[in-house]
């Protein structure tokens, strides 16, 4: 049992993907994801979602990114984190 009312995991899975995809446009396309859920967000939680590119590198012809991305709260603990692999369209095409 939660003490307070708590925001569902999905939610803060969401939070991730949106930034991801406002990230990489809409010419590109997420190959994979691989979401955890760390700590529970209490409602009035604030979060900073945060990335980095891992790496870049292309395979079978594709050109890919790895990014990690996670969600912070107030505290600056993660409660979210998030591997994502993007295909990214090349602008000589």
Known sequence: D??????PGIHSEMMLV????DWMGDDA???SIDSQDR???YLGDMTWVKG???????ENGER???LD??????DGQVHTKSAYIVK???KAE
């Open 88 to 90: 990214l369209i090349s």
């Open 29 to 31: 396309f997420v190959r």
């Open 69 to 74: 991305v996670w969600g912070e709260d107030q």
């Open 2 to 7: 939660a003490p307070l009312a708590n925001v």
């Open 64 to 66: 890919l990114v790895e």
């Open 39 to 41: 700590r529970m967000v």
């Open 52 to 58: 980095r590119v891992k790496r870049k590198f292309e």
């Open 18 to 21: 949106h930034i991801v995809t």
